[in-house]
């Protein structure tokens, strides 16, 4: 079964780092580009950040340019964000996302994480 | 950036009757879209992807349709557990990926 579950998530006063993993599963990590999502409360979700398969490209989305870092660990199966000066509007719940690679269905996000809260606040 | 944008809001109907979903693209995507389904306390289930073909496990009374900038969700006949949220996604022009704000799908 394909699963990906977060941790790292918690209270962090502005200005504040965390950083939140992402535990992979029951697929060939190392085949895939892997994501961030947030989605804050009662709003849509917000792709922040990807990394090719091989971690040898990196995508971010302006709002955390420059504040927050995507890596990963192909040998243990782990996608990371180190996320830097945090501010409130960083407040949501963060998803990781395996994009897809297979002809038919291909680089759409399936599946998600369950998700970790992240709460940025004095 | 290509903005996309659901109506309604809010959709409320009664179990049995079909549901019809709208998403909007700034610019052309061609048919590089895709819907996701969210029920409280849970992660976006991807359903549909680009624009008409349905996702593995994808009852197939949830149809999609469009191209280019206009996009419909249809859903037939609902049950009980189709009440949620549901999202719009563009794969057309990335980075970024960007999603639509959702339809929030209710029972009347």
């Known amino acids: 079964e394909v699963q990906l579950v977060e941790s790292g998530g918690g209270l962090v006063k502005p200005g504040g780092s965390l950083r939140l993993s992402c535990a992979a599963s029951?697929?060939?990590?190392?085949?895939?580009?892997m994501n961030w999502v947030r989605q804050a409360p009662g709003k849509g979700p917000e792709w922040i950040a990807g990394?090719?398969?091989?971690?040898?490209?990196?995508y971010y989305a302006d709002s955390v340019k420059g504040r927050f870092t995507i890596s990963r660990d192909n040998a243990k199966n782990f996608l990371f964000l180190q996320m830097d000066n945090l501010r409130a509007e960083d407040t949501a719940v963060y998803y990781c996302?395996?994009?897809?690679?297979?002809?038919?269905?291909?680089?759409?996000?399936?599946?998600w994480g369950q998700g970790t809260l992240v709460s940025v606040s004095s | 950036e290509i903005v996309l944008t659901q109506s309604p809001a809010t959709l409320s109907l009664s179990p049995g009757e079909t549901a019809t979903l709208s998403c909007r693209a700034s610019r052309s995507i061609s048919r590089y879209l895709g819907w996701y389904q969210q029920k409280p306390g849970q992660a976006p289930r991807l359903l549909i992807y680009d624009a008409s073909n349905r996702a593995t496990g994808t009852p197939p009374r949830f149809s999609g349709s469009g191209s280019g900038t206009d996009f419909t969700l249809t859903i037939s006949n609902l049950e009980p557990e189709d009440f949620a949220v549901y999202f719009c996604q563009q794969r057309a022009d990335w980075p970024p990926y960007t999603f639509g704000q959702g339809t929030k799908l209710e029972i009347k």
């Open positions: 996302a395996r994009l897809t690679t297979d002809i038919q269905v291909y680089n759409w996000f399936d599946p």
């Open positions: 029951g697929f060939r990590f190392s085949a895939h580009t």
């Open positions: 990394i090719s398969s091989s971690g040898s490209d990196l």
